[in-house]
């Protein structure tokens, strides 16, 4: 069951693996675009290439779904990653071995549906996929195997979710052949050390430049793609913040104000302890742009300020 880019790898593991693969669950196709045309999930595209059994019930829940489908197809694991559905007690008790979930953090840190994003905004230095027995509750459930991946000052939500995804792709392997041999570990979570990672708003992006610039740029890696980090200059014009650098220059102007722009490229901005370089921006209704060429374009120089 996934739904999401980010079941991608796992189902392409799963598909090469031993594992008889009985049938995909996804969500049913979207309007996406312009004209609102329905669009398939990355999962089904994944599973139509391969000529797989699909399903996309409105909802998995439902009874007839759940005797006529799942029920007859007895499958003794059912694997989960970002799938989009809530699935009911009676699904989760259905296969012998169990639902495992992939969830992309350390378990029971960062419990919820941004755990990528709200790591990197929160300054992590480390990160993983916990692999877990599903329950009722929102990712509660004990954990069958765990592993660690660092987080790089340079990596935005985009690059994590992708090591991840192939991390999550690995260890779905390794749980199988646990599974295969009726072992799976069980390790019941310590909620002592319980945080969560609330799905974002578009609030959530706006920079306070009072902030620390280590603050910012984590809130810029943090919410790529969405919503994006972004502030205003000008008459309140809205800008999106892309691809900034930290600097060890100290900051003495006032947070927010452009320091000098750069002819390599980049845009130094004042914040609450040192300067920030911003380098990749998008004004609204425009494509990203070279900071330096936005600030030309826009007329910003030395002493203007983001707001």
């Not at 009985?22 to 196709?29: A, E, M, N, R, S």
């Not at 169990?98 to 919820?112: A, M, V």
């Not at 990672?197 to 919410?223: C, F, M, Q, V, Y």
Request: net charge negative.
């Amino acid at each position: 069951m996934g739904t999401d880019r980010f079941a991608v790898p796992v189902l392409e593991a799963i598909i090469d693996s031993e594992a008889e693969l009985l049938c995909v669950i996804t969500q049913p196709d979207r309007p996406s675009g312009r004209k609102l045309k329905l669009t398939p999930s990355p999962i089904k595209e994944v599973a139509l290439g391969h000529g797989l059994t699909i399903y996309q019930p409105k909802r998995v829940r439902e009874k007839e779904f759940v005797d006529d489908v799942l029920r007859k197809l007895a499958p003794d694991v059912v694997v989960v990653t970002a799938f989009g559905q809530i699935l009911p007690e009676e699904i989760l008790n259905l296969p012998p071995q169990g639902c495992i979930n992939l969830h992309p953090s350390l378990l029971p840190k960062y419990r919820g549906a941004a755990p990528i994003q709200r790591a990197i905004m929160n300054g992590e230095t480390e990160t993983g996929v916990t692999v877990m027995f599903m329950d009722v509750g929102e990712d509660t459930g004990d954990i069958i195997i765990q592993e660690k991946i660092p987080i790089e000052l340079s990596d935005s939500s985009e690059i994590m979710s992708q090591k991840l995804s192939d991390l999550a792709a690995e260890l779905t392997l390794k749980a199988l052949r646990l599974a295969q041999k009726g072992t799976l570990p069980r390790q019941v979570q310590d909620e002592r050390e319980v945080s969560y990672a609330p799905k974002l708003s578009k609030e959530d992006g706006h920079i306070d430049w009072a902030k620390s610039a280590l603050e910012i740029h984590n809130l810029i890696r943090g919410t790529i793609p969405w919503p994006g980090a972004y502030t205003t200059f000008g008459e309140s014009k809205p800008l999106k913040i892309w691809e900034s650098h930290l600097t060890g220059t100290p900051s003495g102007d006032p947070p927010g104000t452009i320091i000098e722009v750069l002819a390599d490229g980049g845009i130094l901005v004042a914040t609450g302890d040192r300067e920030l370089l911003i380098t990749t921006v998008q004004p609204a209704s425009k494509a990203r742009m070279i900071a330096r060429d936005f600030a030309n374009g826009y007329r910003l120089k030395a002493g203007d300020a983001f707001l």
